[in-house]
């Protein structure tokens, strides 16, 4: 099983984005039978087995054994992966926005579905994926956002120049920072999370790592 499942075909979307079809396969976390699963859910085996054979042929179940129950050859499915990312492709973007609000969020986008498909394709199973996550939030008047954009600006590239070298491990680095629209009143000492890159991804600054 893999820890994780980056999706870009509609087809797997479209197979994945059914209630029923997600709680089967919660169920199939680990390996069951259609029956075991529909004794789980209250539902009849044959629902559980049409949902199970559309999760097969989009590859997101395997069928991993076979049993043999009173003459009947019975499936034991497990899923696909731990956890499922679905790509923005698949989603499009809905709606108009002014030009300059699209230059800005259409470009966020982008590169937080570049994030998310360089860490799907990471190697788990290798000995060692050094990242950090970083989170934190700021609070920037309308009159020094120019200011704090040309800091930022200044410190990456500064990072950049610094270990922009040809020698040593390949890391990609990449900012977000967007309006925090869960947040009302400042914290008295707001302290910024940082991850091993285990967890999920922080909310607002994400730098991520790829392998060379």
């Not at 989603?91 to 699209?102: N, S, T």
Request: proline share 7%; with cysteine.
């Amino acid at each position: 099983m893999r820890d994780v499942l980056y999706l870009e075909e509609i087809e797997q979307a479209e197979a994945l984005l059914k209630p029923q079809r997600v709680e089967v396969l919660r169920q199939l976390a680990e390996p069951r039978t259609c029956s075991e699963v529909a004794e789980r859910l209250g539902q009849t085996p044959q629902r559980v087995y049409y949902h199970v054979k559309r999760l097969v042929e989009a590859g997101l179940v395997d069928l991993v054994s076979e049993r043999k129950v009173r003459g009947i050859h019975e499936g034991i499915y497990q899923a696909g992966a731990r956890s499922y990312w679905l790509s923005p492709r698949l989603v499009g973007r809905i709606g108009l926005r002014k030009a300059r609000d699209e230059l800005s969020l259409g470009y966020l986008l982008d590169l937080m579905e570049e994030v998310q498909s360089d860490i799907a394709a990471l190697d788990r199973s290798a000995p060692e994926l050094p990242s950090i996550g970083l989170s934190g939030e700021i609070r920037v008047r309308p009159e020094q956002r120019q200011e704090f954009l040309n800091d930022l600006q200044t410190m990456l590239q500064g990072l950049f120049t610094r270990y922009g070298g040809a020698e040593g491990d390949a890391f990609k680095l990449a900012v977000a920072c967007y309006p925090n629209v869960t947040s009302e009143t400042p914290a008295d000492n707001p302290e910024p999370v940082v991850s091993d890159g285990t967890d999920r991804p922080p909310a607002d600054t994400r730098p991520t790592t790829d392998q060379p």
